[in-house]
């Protein structure tokens, strides 16, 4: 799926990801604010994204825990995802995701 990041100076990050979470795509990738500290466990925040609207039916919903996380995280909305708790797959094809501000 191609999955698109843009970051927080503004720039767009086309990448091309078959499997694994979109955290990893994008650390994989050095996709500039996301940084994946806690390896993808739902626990550092620091692969937090906001979903563009028009693409939050594609992701679904966040986990209890991955909302108890952004629930301490003071640039999160109603878009917000941790990316690690993302899986690709073919029908996230097209996806946007804005990363979010680390502080
Ligand atoms: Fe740590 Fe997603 S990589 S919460």
Do not use: W
């Amino acid at each position: 799926a191609k999955i698109t990041f843009v970051t927080t100076d503004n720039e767009s990050i086309i990448l091309e990801g078959a499997s694994g979470s979109i955290m990893q795509l994008a650390v994989d990738n050095g996709v500039s604010g996301i940084d994946g500290d806690c390896g993808g466990v739902c626990s550092c925040a620091t692969c937090h994204v906001h979903v563009a609207p028009e693409h939050v039916e594609k992701t679904g919903e966040a986990s209890e825990i991955e909302t108890d996380m952004l629930e301490l995280n003071d640039h999160a909305n109603e878009y917000s995802r941790l990316c690690c708790q993302i899986e690709i797959t073919d029908a996230l094809d097209g996806l946007v995701l804005q990363v979010a501000e680390s502080e």
